[in-house]
């Protein structure tokens, strides 16, 4: 069966959507799609990929307006005789068709105060941990940093905060830190201050979108806003704080 695929096709300075077809076979996904767009009409077309599996994050971008992995977004899942939509995330700078530069993240993640273990529990330089420590954390090491969560977060794509919000992906990524009970940093006053937790109003877009079904919002965001809660304007927490804080 022919399907029509309009793609973005431009740069930074310029572009517009243009129309292309092919042949969708069974099974086929979007970037599949895309590839025999690229071998048969466009050979300029720009796209990122790599494992065509779900698992590197490189393929994301916009399908019929919804962020998603173009590998994992099968074509029988569309709706049937419309024309398909693929455009580049809207929250990062265009390079060219459908790759953006999403640089900006990995120096977000330079920020974030790093994995510091407190002294080993045992004389062989291992540490006890709790299996349900181990488990809370697990989820959120699914991550693929395919940055999908921060397309479709407001802050980000409408508001443009980049400077002052370091986006759901990264509250994942602290929260894993927070969260690991070997860890002594305290990341608490850096998310209430220069990371922005607080421009997020839980509209839990982010975890409707992740390809990993991490959650986002309920079980990384949500617990970080409550520990700023408890650091800040919780008077009983905040002397236990001041008295127990290695
Ligand atoms: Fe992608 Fe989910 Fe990681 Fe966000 S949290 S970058 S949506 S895998
Ligand atoms: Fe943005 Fe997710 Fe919060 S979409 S507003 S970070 S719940
Ligand atoms: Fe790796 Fe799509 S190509 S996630």
Request: charged share 25%; aromatic share 8%.
């Amino acid at each position: 069966m022919s399907t029509t695929f309009r793609i973005w096709r431009g740069d930074a300075t310029k572009g517009e959507f243009r129309d292309y077809t092919a042949e969708a076979g069974e099974g086929m996904v979007v970037l599949d799609a895309v590839h025999q767009i690229q071998a048969t009409q466009a050979p300029d077309l720009a796209c990122r990929w790599n494992c065509k599996a779900g698992k590197c994050g490189s393929c994301s971008a916009e399908i019929n307006g919804a962020p998603k992995l173009m590998c994992m977004t099968r074509l029988d899942d569309l709706p049937p005789d419309e024309i398909v939509i693929v455009e580049p995330m809207q929250a990062f700078p265009l390079v060219k068709d459908l790759v953006t530069d999403v640089s900006w993240n990995y120096e977000v993640k330079k920020r974030i105060k790093p994995f510091r273990p407190r002294k080993p529990d045992n004389p062989d330089g291992t540490w006890k941990m709790a299996q349900e420590d181990a488990d809370r954390v697990q989820e959120f090491r699914k991550c693929i940093e395919c940055f999908l969560c921060q397309d479709v977060c407001h802050v980000l794509r409408d508001h443009h905060k980049h400077a002052e919000f370091i986006g759901p992906r990264f509250l994942v990524y602290s929260a894993a830190l927070e969260m690991n009970p070997l860890d002594t940093h305290n990341r608490i006053p850096d998310l209430k201050g220069t990371q922005g937790i607080g421009y997020c109003n839980i509209t839990k877009c982010c975890t409707k979108v992740c390809p990993e079904h991490i959650t986002i919002t309920d079980n990384a965001i949500i617990p970080l806003k409550e520990r700023v809660v408890d650091e800040f304007y919780d008077p009983v927490m905040k002397l236990i704080q001041l008295v127990f804080r290695p």
